[in-house]
């Protein structure tokens, strides 16, 4: 009975998820999602709750938020009972957060932050930052990010005029080496 149990589950959350969307899929597991994010992922972990989005926060494929740790049960109490280490984790606003990164218990992601992908957040991160590596270490702010991405990249104002996808990348990339060579 379990087993049918888990499959209904599983074809439930699946469906809500295509059916309702990312978003709202977050926040039915009870994972706080300010406004405008953009989330790629469908697995919040065995505590969602315990994970807060602000604004214009983009979760990319693969990202892991860990909200316990569960080597704790490897301790024994007294009475042969085992420990236990649950906190929460705050994801600031206009954060972006990199394919394949994992954010520990306990950890605040400022505004205005860049995690590169593959990091794996174990401390804070201030504002105004940009953080990648194992473990993530901020490299930059993010006003030099943002002024690198400027005189690098190709805006969406430079390609309007350009409607498919792959001929809007494929500009795109000519931008680039343009600008590049610029410098």
Partial sequence: MALIQSIFNTVFDLTY?????SIAYARKKGVTVGEHCRI????????PFLIHLGNHV???SGVKFITHDGSTCLVYDAQGKRYQRFAPIHVGSHVFIGVNSIIMPGVTIGSNVVIGAGSVVTKDIPDNSVAIGVPAKVVSSFDDFQAKIKTTCASDSDLAEVQDYTQRVQRAIELQAQKQSQL
Avoid at 17 to 21: D, L
Avoid at 40 to 47: A, D, L, R
């Fill in 40 to 47: 790629y992922i469908k697995s919040w972990g065995s505590e």
């Fill in 58 to 60: 983009t979760v990319t």
């Fill in 17 to 21: 998820f295509m059916s309702k969307g």
